[in-house]
């Protein structure tokens, strides 16, 4: 397949993304970093003002809940997650407030977001928002302003690319979305989204996650995941796969590089030998690599890169390889 116009922006120079879509908490309070940090797996008792990091909220079993980019902003905590689990969020966190100090606000409505990714992403944002974010590192975070408008401006790299988060009053999305536009930015569309995101091997929650799902098999706890900052929950799970598995798991997410010209749907069955060795959750047909990718929940003992394996399209068995992700790499910022 070509490359699309969209696809060379965002691989090039910089796209957008409308991400209002999704879920946005605020977690007030003088104690709101402590209460998070006992249920969130990663360090967030640590976190600066303007900082911030990628964390989950798992069963004590270890099973996802949900993932989350967690923003202090200062005064308070702003948390954006797939929309589909805020309530689920709102319910398990209100119920373990007993005496501390702190307030939950749901502001998924009232504010939203936009994403700005590729190697051009700061140029555009800095200029939109008149302050160089060039200097931002991973999850940097500031109040910032357009148009009279409060913008939280705040970096966070995804699709394999260099990129910014910029939530707004939902009054303000219009234009600030036009100013964007103005400065370069293209918009991407979703399935050009979904390209680069397979391209980088990024899951996503509740397409490549689900709440069966253990970091570890998702490839996602040496970003969500820390085992100095003390307990949590699911964190015995965790270090005990760690430590007596040697981090081994029966399934991991893996990328398959596949043969032909159609992509496999979500839930194809991929077949290693005789026997079924996982499903497919996620595939596109790569403008890069001109050919279909997926990814897929493959059992450990066919997880080498190379490892010959086929994938059912439709009624027909296409031969496919385990590859290592991510299946392009692009530099960032």
């Not at 798992?58 to 929309?83: C, H, K, S």
């Not at 939950?104 to 800095?126: F, H, K, T």
């Not at 536009?181 to 995101?197: F, Q």
Request: with cysteine; hydrophobic share 45%.
């Amino acid at each position: 397949m070509a490359a699309s116009q969209e696809y060379l922006a965002a691989r090039n120079r910089a796209g957008m993304i409308d991400l209002g879509a999704r879920g946005r908490i605020v977690v007030g309070g003088a104690d709101r970093r402590t209460f998070l940090h006992a249920l969130l797996t990663n360090d967030i008792a640590l976190l600066a003002a303007g900082s911030g990091c990628y964390a989950a909220l798992l069963t004590p079993q270890g099973r996802m809940v949900a993932d989350m980019n967690v923003f202090e902003l200062g005064d308070v905590i702003l948390i954006d997650a797939t929309r589909e689990v805020v309530g689920v969020l709102l319910q398990r966190f209100d119920q373990l407030i007993f005496s501390e100090d702190v307030q939950l606000g749901d502001v998924s409505d009232a504010w939203g977001c936009i994403g700005v990714c590729g190697p051009q992403a700061a140029a555009v944002a800095g200029a939109v928002l008149g302050r160089d974010v060039s200097g931002f590192a991973p999850f940097q975070n500031a109040r910032l302003e357009h148009a009279g408008e409060l913008v939280v401006a705040a970096r966070r790299d995804a699709l394999g690319l260099t990129g910014f988060r910029l939530f707004a009053p939902g009054t303000a999305m219009p234009g600030l979305a036009n100013a964007l536009c103005d400065a370069g930015a293209v918009i991407l569309p979703d399935e050009v989204v979904e390209a680069l995101r397979v391209e980088a091997g990024e899951p996503a929650f509740l397409v490549d996650m689900g709440d069966d799902t253990i970091p570890t098999e998702a490839g996602i706890e040496g970003t969500a995941v820390s085992y100095v900052k003390g307990c949590f929950p699911g964190q015995e799970v965790l270090v005990r796969i760690r430590d007596r598995g040697h981090g081994k798991v029966v399934r991991k997410l893996a990328g398959l590089t596949v043969e032909g010209h159609a992509a496999p749907a979500a839930g194809s069955p991929i077949v290693g030998g005789e026997k079924e060795i996982g499903r497919v959750t996620s595939a596109v047909m790569s403008p890069s690599l001109g050919k279909p990718i997926a990814l897929g929940y493959v059992h450990r003992d066919f997880l080498a890169p190379g490892t010959a394996v086929t994938v059912t399209v439709g009624e027909t068995s296409v031969p496919a390889a385990v590859t290592e992700l991510p299946f392009v790499r692009s530099p960032r910022g």
